[in-house]
């Protein structure tokens, strides 16, 4: 494969089981399969929307992808290199390219810290001694993100309680935003907000993916917010990838009666 055709991200095979809790002393612990066999390729300045109800593998999946967990099976590429095969100096590295937008804004930032801290907090995790000591550049790269968010300087000096929802996940879209990575994952990023503010965060993160050319892996239960970001699709239930395409083919034509269900559910 040459390195134009070649995608960002390549989800070959990935299996994940978890290990539950011991239930009888003379018995092996039962064991849920979360992730069975997918296969996904995301090219570089695409959007893909994974959807699926809860318990469909969606979180599971991006953690895996964000190399927070490991595959049981399987392996994650990302420019052709196998993310879990990576030391952990050189995925440390690696992931400036690779950022995360949890769901909630509220449990995703530190409370104790104010905006510049945790904005600057993936760049000094990724710097050294050097790159720490200088404050100044740090802090202009923070107003540059926080800017592109459409928040102000004055508000890097401010704590997280003094923000409505949207505009703390207008902050963690800043920090993940101040890599300049190449890959963004977002799980679930309005689902904690307000239907008045849910929009203006999924306009904000499609000028962003068309302002910075980022790659965005989309997780949502909501088949509306997927067709509003996405190009492409790929539909979730227990674990497998049933159905995955351009948005306006699965959406107008699915294949799968398990994604008929789902947009009948939505209409």
């Given at each position: 494969?040459s390195?134009?055709?070649?995608?960002?991200?390549?989800?070959?095979n990935?299996?994940?089981?978890?290990?539950l809790p011991?239930?009888?002393?003379?018995?092996?612990?039962?064991?849920?399969?979360?992730?069975?066999?997918?296969?996904?390729?995301?090219?570089a300045?695409?959007?893909?929307?994974?959807?699926?109800?809860?318990?469909?593998?969606?979180?599971?999946?991006?953690?895996i992808?964000?190399?927070?967990?490991?595959p049981?099976?399987?392996?994650?590429?990302?420019?052709g290199?196998?993310?879990?095969?990576?030391?952990?100096?050189?995925?440390?590295?690696a992931?400036?390219?690779?950022?995360?937008?949890?769901?909630?804004?509220?449990?995703?930032?530190?409370?104790r810290?104010?905006?510049?801290s945790?904005v600057a907090?993936?760049?000094?995790?990724?710097?050294?001694?050097?790159?720490?000591?200088?404050?100044?550049?740090?802090?202009?790269?923070?107003?540059?993100?926080?800017?592109?968010?459409?928040l102000?300087?004055?508000d890097?000096?401010?704590?997280?309680?003094?923000f409505?929802?949207?505009?703390?996940?207008?902050?963690?879209?800043?920090?993940?935003?101040?890599?300049?990575?190449?890959?963004?994952?977002?799980?679930?990023p309005?689902?904690?907000?307000?239907?008045?503010?849910?929009?203006?965060?999924?306009n904000?993160?499609?000028a962003?993916?068309?302002?910075?050319?980022?790659?965005?892996?989309?997780?949502?239960?909501?088949?509306?917010?997927?067709?509003?970001?996405?190009?492409?699709?790929?539909?979730?239930?227990?674990?497998?990838?049933?159905?995955?395409?351009?948005?306006?083919?699965?959406?107008?034509?699915?294949?799968?009666?398990y994604?008929?269900?789902?947009?009948?559910?939505?209409?």
């Amino acid at each position: 494969m040459s390195a134009t055709t070649q995608p960002l991200v390549d989800i070959q095979n990935l299996s994940r089981r978890f290990t539950l809790p011991r239930e009888h002393l003379f018995k092996p612990p039962p064991t849920v399969d979360a992730l069975k066999n997918v296969s996904l390729q995301v090219q570089a300045g695409q959007s893909l929307g994974i959807v699926g109800e809860s318990g469909s593998g969606k979180s599971t999946l991006a953690r895996i992808v964000m190399a927070l967990d490991a595959p049981t099976s399987g392996q994650v590429l990302f420019e052709g290199t196998n993310l879990h095969a990576l030391p952990p100096p050189e995925l440390k590295a690696a992931r400036k390219h690779f950022q995360m937008v949890f769901q909630d804004p509220y449990g995703s930032l530190d409370p104790r810290m104010k905006v510049a801290s945790i904005v600057a907090e993936p760049l000094l995790a990724l710097v050294g001694v050097a790159g720490r000591a200088n404050e100044a550049a740090r802090r202009e790269r923070c107003k540059e993100m926080l800017q592109a968010v459409g928040l102000r300087e004055a508000d890097l000096d401010k704590y997280p309680h003094e923000f409505s929802g949207g505009q703390r996940q207008r902050i963690a879209i800043a920090r993940a935003l101040i890599t300049r990575p190449k890959l963004i994952v977002a799980d679930e990023p309005v689902s904690a907000l307000d239907v008045s503010v849910q929009a203006q965060v999924l306009n904000l993160l499609q000028a962003l993916q068309r302002d910075f050319g980022i790659t965005l892996i989309l997780i949502s239960h909501d088949l509306a917010v997927v067709r509003h970001i996405c190009e492409q699709v790929a539909v979730m239930k227990n674990g497998e990838v049933v159905e995955s395409g351009h948005v306006d083919a699965i959406f107008e034509r699915p294949q799968h009666e398990y994604t008929r269900a789902l947009l009948a559910a939505a209409a």
